[in-house]
């Protein structure tokens, strides 16, 4: 029988595009069954045909069909992808953003952790509760992969509400290792053994190794990564570069050096200011910038890459208003060697998932998902223990009681528990207003948060 793949958002171009064309390259998964889901029908129509167009143009074994109608297209699914937002995206982001900063809430870029991740979690919880709600009714045996931020709050409620689901948060950020690291040790990427974790957008590198001398490369990686990363350009360097050239730059795959020719940057430690602080103090390399890092500490708005940050958000949101998406015979995540993982049993390690807490960081809780590598085979995602040190840990675990109360939020619709949530992150340091910041949230991000009573 043909594996059945449903793509829950594919409405989206870059999201449908991008993972229809890593199915397709995947001679493991010939012959598969894609369903593509999304309550837009026109944007759904379009990838559609675009994904039928792509098939019969290259003579490709595989069939696809696109639904409306969620329940219809799960029936059967052996693996389901999501990728999903609600409403206006970046109007929305600028309020989680901008209006705590309103009341003195100092966070770095507001979209997976302190309020403004909150709020996002707030929105985009339900309908992903909603959409699990089918699968477990459904086809509750599938392998369900998200894509949607915020990741680890958005895996901590669903496994809380459902946790025999086969649910598993996915996440790119773990490619840095594979963009960086060959070129800063003159080593090819095969050559490494390296093992990642932490929290979605929180992890560090924990352990390297060269593969063919057995050798530690961690003391290599410190004593490189200043002359690396104190040079390498950054997003202010790269959104001057479309601005002076007129065009777009694709950093996936490739380093931001390379995207501009060779140059180094114009900043000292673009991007990665706090990143500095962080392999300084605590001795371990972030295995993303700043402004992902950063919005889960305090001290983060002191010492971060403000102006990158910025940049950043000008330059993503430009971006994918102007690109055109096309799909290619090119894999560029992950979960399809995941899925191909599993049909032939494979046994491989794959590099970061995120999945419930299963002993795997003994200093934080079951309850939470957190994002560590894992064993792939026929039965499924098997996560790896991990030895964290002591300072880290402790970064990560100012994040428990905020994941516990933002599930709970959510759960029972309370507002009480948002404001709780607030007074214990980290990231805050306000109290008073707390209440009315909450209240005007509520208000201005009528519908999504209408359910907080």
């Not at 560029?332 to 299963?358: C, F, H, S, W």
């Not at 064993?375 to 905020?402: E, F, S, T, Y």
Request: include cysteine.
């Amino acid at each position: 029988m043909a594996t059945k793949i449903v793509l829950i958002g594919a409405g989206s171009a870059q999201f449908g595009y991008g993972t229809l064309g890593d199915i397709f390259q995947s001679t493991t998964l010939a012959g598969s069954e894609i369903v593509l889901h999304d309550i837009n029908p026109r944007a759904l129509a379009a990838t559609e045909q675009t994904a039928r167009d792509f098939l019969a143009a290259r003579d490709l074994p595989f069939t696809v069909s696109a639904t409306v109608d969620r329940k219809a297209a799960l029936r059967g699914a052996d693996f389901v992808i999501i990728s999903i937002e609600v409403g206006d995206r970046f109007a929305l982001w600028d309020q989680d953003w901008q209006i705590p900063q309103q009341y003195g809430i100092q966070q770095v870029y507001g979209e997976n952790g302190g309020p403004g991740g909150l709020f996002h979690s707030l929105r985009i919880i339900p309908p992903i509760l909603e959409i699990c709600a089918d699968i477990a009714d459904i086809c509750p045996d599938a392998w369900t992969f998200n894509y949607s931020n915020p990741m680890s709050r958005i895996c901590t409620t669903v496994h809380r509400r459902f946790p025999g689901l086969n649910f598993v948060g996915m996440c790119h950020e773990i490619a840095s290792l594979e963009r960086y690291l060959p070129e800063m040790l003159d080593t090819p990427f095969s050559n490494l053994a390296l093992r990642a974790g932490g929290l979605n957008h929180f992890s560090v590198l924990l352990e390297a190794s060269y593969r063919d001398s057995g050798k530690d490369a961690y003391a290599d990686i410190r004593a490189r990564a200043p002359g690396y990363f104190g040079k390498l350009p950054g997003y202010s360097d790269i959104l001057e570069y479309t601005r002076t050239h007129g065009k777009l730059v694709d950093t996936e795959g490739s380093t931001e050096r390379d995207a501009l020719g060779g140059a180094d940057s114009a900043y000292p430690w673009a991007d990665r200011t706090l990143f500095r602080e962080i392999l300084e103090k605590f001795h371990h390399l972030p295995i993303t910038g700043d402004s992902h890092f950063g919005e889960y500490i305090r001290w983060a708005h002191e010492v971060s890459d403000h102006r990158g940050i910025l940049d950043f958000y000008t330059f993503y949101r430009n971006y994918l208003g102007q690109v055109e998406p096309v799909i290619e015979l090119k894999l560029k995540e992950r979960v399809v060697p995941i899925m191909e993982g599993m049909l032939t049993d494979a046994g491989y390690e794959e590099g970061a998932v995120n999945i419930p807490n299963q002993g795997f960081i003994r200093q934080l809780p079951e309850f939470m998902a957190v994002e560590v590598p894992a064993i792939i085979d026929r039965k499924g995602v098997h996560g790896i223990r991990l030895d964290m040190p002591a300072g880290v840990a402790g970064l990560l675990c100012n994040q428990v009681a905020v994941h516990d109360l933002t599930a709970e939020a959510v759960l029972q619709g309370s507002r009480d528990l948002v404001i709780q949530a607030l007074l214990v992150d980290s990231v805050n340091d306000k109290c008073r207003r707390i209440p009315e910041m909450v209240d005007l949230m509520i208000d201005r991000q009528r519908p999504y948060l209408d359910y907080l009573k």
